[in-house]
């Protein structure tokens, strides 16, 4: 294949939100990390960030030059990986609040299902490119896969977490129907699946948290002390922002009104901030980033190419919507970070690592 330049509104884009999210996530955290008892440094957030934007920048640089087409021929040994270190954390995983989501490596907190989530996407792309006509199929093809997804998805609401477990399911489909996966059997499964949850909500105790959380986002001010606070501050930092914003660093809501100001929540303080005219600024650098994604996948010069670009793209995208979508009380709170931007490791270098997978695709495009 003909080597082409890689895809540069792509690599400058991601950098500008990079460098934008280490600002916001200092100017987000640095009341909340000074008072914190256990840190106690104003400079935490921005130090961790900051070297963690070098390592996810030294690892696209790794992966725009290694040739995305090596990675075909690791996907099962890679899916074995993803599915071993979901069901390690459940063991092994750092406790917190009853809650095994982390592995602590010399100090630092990794996430597997941010591993497993790239895992599943090679996977899934190798597996259909190499077997086209098996997709197709109700139970070898689609439903084997939709077991395989299962299975992990399964394992991280066990964790528990749920939010990351949907959109599992969802960036999983979103493949599979890229990949050729008839409408007919994706009814059929659709309709069992509607069912099932059904008949789970109403099995499901009403003072689950989970349920608290459904029922308090569609309306967070029957509970405002309590399952409704987070909800309300958000709406409060994003209300008070107006047209132009606060000012850079001049958020009231960090001052420890807003939880999770620096990862769930940073879009709220990006509105506060920088009003509406920088936070729709920060959302239209998102769909540059997910516009180039999917003329990759469109121009790429094999399926394997197209599926690994279009799971990577729809992986930015989906948890874009879903963070952007939580802040402004458009869907009940899930855990999930604002890609490139929210504090966290591990995230950052993953997203990081799959720009540096699309740039690699990229160089070997066909004209569109």
Not at 249 to 268: C, H, M, N, V, W
Not at 304 to 332: D, H, W
Request: positive net charge; hydrophobic residues 50%.
């Amino acid at each position: 294949m003909k080597k082409k330049p890689m895809d540069y509104p792509i690599f400058i884009t991601t950098i500008i939100l990079v460098c934008f999210g280490i600002v916001m996530v200092f100017s987000s955290s640095f009341y909340m990390a000074q008072h914190r008892e256990e840190i106690q440094d104003s400079y935490y957030f921005l130090k961790t960030q900051s070297q963690w934007a070098v390592i996810g920048l030294v690892v696209m640089i790794i992966m725009s030059n290694f040739g995305y087409w090596r990675l075909k021929k690791y996907g099962g040994a890679l899916l074995v990986l993803g599915i071993g270190l979901l069901v390690g954390v459940l063991f092994f995983g750092v406790n917190l609040n009853n809650v095994r989501r982390w592995y602590n490596v010399f100090g630092v907190s990794v996430q597997p299902s941010e591993i497993a989530k790239f895992t599943l996407i090679i996977y899934l792309a190798a597996s259909i490119s190499k077997n086209k006509d098996r997709i197709k199929r109700p139970i070898a093809g689609l439903g084997y896969y939709l077991l395989i997804v299962g299975i992990m998805a399964g394992l991280i609401f066990i964790q528990p977490n749920l939010s990351t477990a949907i959109s599992f399911v969802i960036l999983a489909l979103i493949i599979l129907y890229i990949g050729g996966a008839k409408m007919l059997h994706f009814g059929v499964l659709a309709a069992g699946g509607i069912t099932g949850v059904m008949v789970l909500l109403k099995k499901v105790d009403p003072t689950d948290y989970r349920m608290r959380r459904y029922l308090t986002f569609l309306d967070p001010w029957v509970d405002p002390a309590g399952d409704g606070f987070q909800v309300i501050q958000s709406l409060y930092s994003l209300g008070s922002g107006g047209l132009f914003g606060m000012g850079l660093g001049q958020s009231r809501q960090k001052f420890l009104f807003l939880p999770y100001a620096e990862t769930d929540f940073i879009f709220a303080i990006i509105g506060e901030e920088l009003g509406f005219i920088g936070a729709s600024l920060v959302i239209v650098l998102f769909l540059i980033l997910i516009w180039r994604g999917i003329k990759i996948a469109i121009t790429a010069p094999d399926l394997f190419g197209c599926l690994l670009a279009a799971g990577i793209t729809a992986s930015i995208g989906l948890q874009t919507v879903i963070n952007i979508a939580v802040v402004t009380s458009s869907m009940p709170a899930t855990g999930l970070p604002l890609p490139f931007i929210s504090a966290g490791g591990s995230s950052l270098a993953f997203f990081m690592a799959g720009i540096g997978v699309l740039l690699n695709i990229s160089k070997y495009c066909e004209k569109a």
